[in-house]
């Protein structure tokens, strides 16, 4: 097999071409579009596999971080081969495995986002000079939407106690980072995966970040044992820690609000290790080393 998905940045319309030929490559992959982002950009979503639920993969909620949408695609790339091909992966019968169950991919949850940090100011079109403000010319580093919201701080999960904590953080305006909006599902890009969830019948999710080789699990007491059970076989699995937020990464992020919402199982996976943005090189090793573990995040 010859990989189509490289470890090369892809910025909104590369990542258009990209889905275009993993879909003609492979015909059991279903594209449909889950809502825009604030500067009109589809966000896409790719079915493989129908079933009674489904497990939603989504990635690059922000923007320094995209090189998940890679990650994501990897995978999704790899299951779609054993797929189709009735081959295994890791060992395991990817058919028989997906039998009665579906999976989602969103691949860049933050479109917008995701240019500003490959291409700078000219992907902010007329908040260009705003934003060049914001970041100190750092465009690299950003994580926010085009608004300046971060996606995973905007979802409906404790919203007060976001806020409360992003002022004794001294994050008061739209940024680069870690501002959360000024009421929860504020943004497009986070209504979409609200009404994807809510029309589908999710399974568990896994919102893939970077970096430190790390999961975070659960929110609260929702789902407290299976998610705890199923995080634990994880970690064994590809070698990453289990952890515990803390400080403004409590509350208001896509696994918080989807976990205490239809009490199910939600992971936050930060792949990789090193300084965001990670070198885009490194890609496919980072997804290799996590392969048998997100592929059994897929199916478990
Ligand atoms: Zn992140």
């Not at 939603?56 to 790899?78: K, P, Q, R, V, Y």
Request: some cysteine; charged content about 20%; proline content about 4%.
């Amino acid at each position: 097999m010859t990989r189509i998905v490289r470890s090369e940045n892809y910025t909104y319309n590369d990542l258009s071409d990209l889905i275009k030929t993993l879909c003609k490559q492979y015909s059991s992959i279903e594209k449909f579009t889950i809502g825009k982002s604030v500067s009109g950009k589809d966000i896409t979503a790719l079915r493989l596999s129908d079933g009674v639920s489904s497990t939603l993969f989504a990635a690059a909620f922000h923007g320094s971080e995209h090189i998940t949408t890679n990650i994501s695609l990897m995978l999704l790339e790899d299951l779609a081969y054993a797929y189709e091909n009735s081959r295994s992966s890791d060992g395991i019968n990817i058919k028989k495995a997906l039998e009665g169950r579906g999976l989602i991919f969103v691949p860049c949850v933050n479109p917008d986002g995701v240019d500003i940090s490959i291409l700078g100011a000219r992907a902010a079109g007329n908040r260009a000079g705003e934003i060049t403000k914001q970041c100190g010319g750092d465009f690299s580093k950003w994580n926010a939407n085009i608004r300046g919201i971060d996606i995973n701080h905007n979802f409906d999960a404790d919203f007060p106690d976001v806020k409360r904590r992003e002022m004794d953080a001294g994050i008061y305006l739209p940024g680069p980072s870690r501002f959360g909006g000024d009421r929860p599902e504020s943004e497009p890009e986070t209504a979409a995966l609200v009404s994807l969830c809510e029309n589908e019948n999710i399974h568990h999710v896994c919102a893939l970040h970077t970096q430190g080789e790390v999961i975070y699990w659960g929110y609260k007491d929702y789902c407290l044992n299976r998610c705890k059970q199923m995080a634990q076989i994880l970690a064994a699995t590809g070698g990453y820690a289990l952890d515990v937020p803390s400080g403004t990464a409590i509350g208001g992020g896509f696994k918080d609000w989807f976990c205490s919402r239809f009490n199910r199982p939600g992971f936050t996976i930060e792949m990789g290790r090193g300084a965001n943005p990670l070198p885009i090189s490194g890609a496919l090793q980072i997804y290799l080393k996590a392969r048998e573990m997100l592929t059994i995040c897929a199916i478990l």
